[in-house]
């Protein structure tokens, strides 16, 4: 994945949160504070107006300028979480000095492992960790079976959707949904559905743009 394809891809990313302010807003007004939708919102802009001043950089030195940027725009308990995650792709990404499906199927995992050390949270907890986890599973198995990008996008897609709908049933023992008990079954969890949205938007334009 080159430079330009992480650009096109976070373009799209803005552009698929502000399709879904609706279903996001409504999701952390159930079981959140209702801000999940102006956070994703304030980071996805951020990132958009750093355009520019990305596109020259390698795949690594632009995700831990995006990871840096989410740090001080995202607010809430998702901003340091999303923006270790991007901090620890671009950490594999240097170490590892090549862009393979490989490559990016270890970067992603450093990156969610990352969000599990700082939430302290696993699957099952009702957070975005509900999607993220599965997903890096299923990528470190097809990009080690040595799949192609159309078999893993699509097969990620899946997994991610899968996870976002795991959530429903869930209780939360992580996050602000923690204090709910049984009233959080019944809603999908904000950050599961950003999540989701967002792996569904990278894995299209990936396809689309190769
Ligand atoms: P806040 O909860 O501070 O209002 P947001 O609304 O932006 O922040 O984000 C809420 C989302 O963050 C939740 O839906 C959940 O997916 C995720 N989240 C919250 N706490 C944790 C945690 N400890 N580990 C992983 N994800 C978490
Ligand atoms: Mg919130």
């Given at each position: 994945?080159?430079?330009?394809?992480?650009?096109?891809?976070l373009?799209?990313?803005?552009?698929?949160?502000l399709?879904?302010?609706?279903?996001?807003?409504?999701?952390?007004?159930?079981?959140?504070?209702g801000?999940?939708?102006?956070?994703?919102?304030r980071?996805?802009?951020?990132?958009?107006?750093?355009?520019?001043?990305?596109?020259?950089?390698t795949?690594?030195?632009?995700?831990?300028?995006?990871?840096?940027?989410l740090?001080?725009?995202?607010?809430?308990?998702?901003?340091?979480?999303?923006?270790?995650f991007f901090?620890?792709m671009?950490?594999?990404?240097?170490e590892?000095?090549?862009?393979?499906?490989?490559?990016?199927a270890?970067?992603?995992?450093?990156?969610?492992?990352?969000?599990?050390?700082?939430?302290?949270?696993?699957?099952?907890e009702?957070?975005?960790?509900?999607?993220?986890?599965?997903?890096?599973?299923r990528?470190s198995?097809?990009?080690?079976?040595?799949?192609?990008n159309?078999?893993?996008?699509?097969?990620?897609?899946?997994?991610?959707?899968a996870g976002?709908r795991?959530?429903?049933?869930?209780?939360?023992?992580?996050?602000?949904?923690?204090?709910?008990?049984?009233?959080?079954?019944?809603?999908?969890?904000?950050g599961?559905?950003?999540?989701?949205?967002?792996i569904?938007?990278?894995?299209?334009?990936?396809?689309?743009?190769?």
């Open positions: 994945m080159t430079t330009s394809v992480i650009l096109q891809s373009l799209d990313i803005h552009a698929t949160i399709q879904h302010e609706s279903e996001i807003e409504s999701l952390d007004r159930a079981i959140g504070d801000d999940h939708y102006i956070n994703m919102k980071g996805a802009s951020a990132i958009v107006e750093m355009h520019d001043e990305l596109a020259d950089l795949p690594d030195a632009a995700l831990n300028k995006i990871g840096l940027k740090l001080s725009t995202i607010g809430g308990a998702s901003g340091p979480l999303l923006a270790s901090m620890g671009a950490k594999v990404l240097k590892k000095g090549d862009t393979s499906a490989k490559t990016y270890l970067a992603f995992a450093s990156g969610v492992d990352l969000i599990r050390q700082r939430g302290k949270a696993d699957v099952g009702k957070t975005m960790l509900d999607v993220l986890i599965p997903v890096a599973n990528f198995e097809l990009a080690n079976a040595n799949a192609d159309k078999t893993i996008c699509e097969a990620l897609a899946d997994t991610a959707e976002m795991s959530t429903m049933n869930l209780i939360a023992t992580k996050g602000r949904a923690a204090g709910l008990g049984e009233r959080a079954i019944g809603h999908i969890d904000p599961a559905k950003s999540c989701q949205l967002m569904m938007t990278v894995c299209n334009a990936l396809l689309k743009h190769e």
